[in-house]
């Protein structure tokens, strides 16, 4: 296995040009939480989610494993630290839970996709959440799943902002439900590597995970748009990258006295 460390460390100087204009997910987690409750990102990054919250005048906090994201993070949003709206932790919930408890999780992006204990993650997700709570988590689909065509070949592209420009070469390919992928960053003359592997979740396989770690009400979205979330899909039906589940962690069972 890929030390998944070492990889967010060199992914982290490409990772905000990398997502470059991405926001079509931005409203859609923003209609599925309310400002009165305490809400995590895991896995926020850089902070791209975590900065359209903030400037919604939102409070929020953000989690992730990797030391070199959460510190350029910290440099983009230091105004909303000082303020108090924003708190930014290290913590990997594959090894434990976290010593707050939240109202509603947010795991962006595919971050879950890089899980690779999901019972361990999810319960420990589960013990970080108030009664009640919800979890949302955007789950990636393989593009090699949608155009077998690509797979295993070489694919350039380049990505640019106000300052940079960077020619991007990847190729993916799949063994089993793991998605090998390659990525060779070229700036300035200068070329680097990152390797990564994602684990591919079907819905069926979610969903038994979130059951398993006690969540309830699982449903699905083939988009980012809270109407249109149903109890059931099936792999068949994914046209795009991605899809969306949200669960929910149950609340005090009431238990009747007899006399």
């Not at 040009?17 to 309310?34: A, C, M, P, R, W």
């Not at 910290?74 to 930014?88: A, R, Y």
């Not at 789950?139 to 070489?154: M, R, S």
């Amino acid at each position: 296995m890929i030390n998944s460390s070492e990889t967010f460390k060199t992914y982290s100087k490409y990772y905000n040009i990398y997502i470059g204009t991405k926001t079509k997910d931005l409203e859609f987690y923003k209609s599925l939480t309310e400002k009165n409750r305490k809400i995590v990102e895991i896995g926020c990054g850089t902070g791209r989610i975590l900065k359209f919250f903030l400037k919604n005048d939102y409070h929020i906090t953000g989690i992730d494993i990797s030391h070199e994201m959460l510190e350029l993070c910290k440099i983009d949003l230091v105004n909303f630290i000082s303020s108090g709206k924003l708190l930014l932790f290290n913590h990997d919930f594959s090894v434990s839970s976290f010593n707050e408890l939240f109202d509603t999780a947010l795991i962006t992006f595919f971050t879950f996709n890089y899980v690779k204990n999901p019972v361990s993650f999810l319960k420990n997700v589960y013990d970080s959440l108030n009664n009640k709570a919800i979890i949302i988590i955007d789950l990636y689909y393989p593009h090699v799943f949608l155009n077998k065509e690509i797979e295993d070949k070489w694919l350039i592209k380049e990505l640019k902002d106000n300052q940079r420009i960077i020619t991007l070469k990847e190729k993916r390919r799949m063994e089993n439900n793991i998605e090998h992928r390659i990525q060779i960053f070229s700036e300035d003359n200068v070329e680097e590597t990152v390797r990564s592997e994602r684990i591919y979740y079907s819905p069926h396989e979610i969903k038994k995970y979130l059951s398993n770690a006690g969540f309830i009400n699982i449903r699905y979205s083939l988009t980012h748009n809270k109407d249109n979330f149903v109890d059931n899909i099936e792999e068949i039906d994914i046209k795009v990258g991605n899809y969306v589940v949200t669960a929910e962690k149950p609340g005090c069972v009431q238990v009747e006295l007899k006399e």
